[in-house]
């Protein structure tokens, strides 16, 4: 079978960083993608891990060991705006790119 | 540059009756796919079509079926709807390879009684 598990809350407060974590099972794996989403409103696309290492942009990092079948998304810098839920989802091989998603993390920022 | 639409934003309806969700996107992209996502939870693959003409069946298809009118439009038909499908369903287009990122429609939110 396939799962991904990753934290259901996290809280944390304006300014400071905080860190989502992504354990996986799946054969086939191909990558790890991070996607944002705000309440009501449709997935975004944050970051792709194909290869293991840390992948920058901007405020937010993911990482990914293949190894260990763990990734992580790093947000710096917490605004307000960023209280979301939060997926990740592993690409499949060779699979028409289809992705199998977690059940989200869902980050509140606080004042 | 509207993206991926869908169409309809919100539907009713009554246990047993049918309906087809439209999805099109004007990116050029090859692969399209269908997601639900149930209150709380992540989004679970219905089907996909990796290039016009070709679809597969996901991780939930019982109950659905797909249509790849062309390369532009993914349509989700639900022949006889149940409460369990009571659901926000997603459609989104991925563009050819090298590209990791599926860019999402609004979704439409499906209510079944």
């Known amino acids: 079978g396939q799962s991904l598990e990753q934290p259901s809350e996290v809280t944390a407060v304006e300014g400071a960083i905080v860190q989502i974590n992504c354990t996986y099972q799946t054969s086939g794996f191909y990558g790890l993608s991070w996607y944002q989403q705000h309440d009501g409103g449709a997935p975004t696309f944050l970051s792709y891990?194909?290869?293991?290492g840390l992948e920058e942009t901007g405020r937010f990092s993911s990482f990914l060991s293949r190894s260990d079948s763990y990734g992580y998304l790093l947000l710096q810098e917490l605004q307000m705006k960023d209280s979301a839920s939060y997926f990740c989802a592993v690409r499949k091989n060779n699979q028409g790119g289809k992705l199998i998603f977690g059940q989200g993390t869902e980050l509140s920022v606080k004042p | 540059n509207a993206g991926v639409t869908q169409t309809p934003k919100f539907q009713v309806l009554k246990t047993g009756q049918s309906m087809t969700l439209q999805c099109a996107q004007d990116?050029?992209?090859?692969?399209m796919y269908w997601y639900r996502q149930d209150p709380g939870m992540g989004l679970r693959l219905i089907y996909y079509?990796?290039?016009?003409?070709?679809?597969d069946k996901g991780e939930v298809p019982n109950g659905y079926n797909v249509s790849r009118l062309n390369k532009r439009e993914f349509s989700l038909r639900l022949e006889s709807a149940a409460p369990s499908q009571t659901s926000v369903y997603f459609c989104a287009s991925r563009a050819p390879t090298g590209d990791h990122e599926q860019y999402f429609g609004p979704g439409t939110r499906l209510t079944v009684t």
């Open positions: 891990n194909g290869l293991d």
């Open positions: 990116m050029n992209h090859n692969s």
């Open positions: 079509s990796a290039s016009e003409g070709t679809t």
